[in-house]
């Protein structure tokens, strides 16, 4: 599932399992659809600074598994993307939608 974040002026697309685990850490269940209206936005992005602050190097989505007979001498993975790193494009649309007085909006895509 990828998930649309939506203001007036901006979009974030994001994988769902680390937009769920993001709608958390901002307060909401996690359902989708949902919104927040521009009044709750600054408690939101409160609530997900916070969450970051403590669980921001965890991983919301485990890398795919390495292949069966994968050889000694292959190429070594990257590292996972952390729940900060995935936050920072949402983080951005929080402040922006703050500072131009508009709701957020999320829906599956």
Do not use: C, Y
């Not at 958390?24 to 989708?32: A, E, K, N």
């Not at 050889?71 to 703050?98: F, G, K, M, Q, S």
């Not at 007085?101 to 895509?109: A, F, H, I, T, Y």
């Amino acid at each position: 599932m990828i998930v649309k974040f939506s203001t007036r002026q901006d979009d974030v697309f994001m994988h769902g399992e680390a937009a769920l685990v993001l709608l958390r850490g901002m307060g909401h269940t996690g359902t989708v659809p949902g919104a927040i209206l521009a009044a709750d936005l600054p408690e939101a992005l409160a609530r997900l600074e916070r969450t970051l602050e403590a669980n921001g190097d965890s991983v919301p989505v485990p890398p795919a598994p390495s292949a069966a007979g994968e050889r000694a001498d292959a190429p070594e993975r990257e590292p996972p993307v952390t729940l900060r790193t995935r936050a920072v494009p949402l983080v951005d649309l929080l402040r922006n939608a703050i500072a131009r007085g508009s709701d957020l909006m999320w829906d599956r895509v």
